[in-house]
């Protein structure tokens, strides 16, 4: 193989991409809306500490990918396993 051009990821495509030079602010897309199709678990001050320093927070959720919000605002994304959130990605 010697060129391959990949034209879709998820819900993003080669249509609506940019070149490096043409790149402007009004075309960033904030990480929050990256992750805006994943349900939301909303953490209290403590839980939202506990969760950034890596422990894992008893929820009632079923096991998959959640955003994780402190008062409505995006911190990151979170796993649950087994009833057992934990940390993934950081945007705090």
Known sequence: MKFLQRTKVDKFSIENA????NLK???LICVEKL???YEKI?????KLELFLNGV?????AKDGIYGV?????????GVVEKE???RDVIIH
Not at 42 to 46: G, K, P, S, T, V
Not at 72 to 77: M, R, T
Request: overall charge negative; glycine content about 4%; proline content about 0%.
């Open 18 to 21: 940019v070149y490096l030079e």
């Open 25 to 27: 602010e009004e075309n």
């Open 35 to 37: 992750c805006e199709d």
């Open 42 to 46: 909303e953490l209290n001050e403590r």
């Open 56 to 60: 894992r927070l008893t929820v009632s």
């Open 69 to 77: 919000y402190h008062e409505k605002k995006f911190v990151g994304l």
């Open 84 to 86: 057992l959130l934990k």
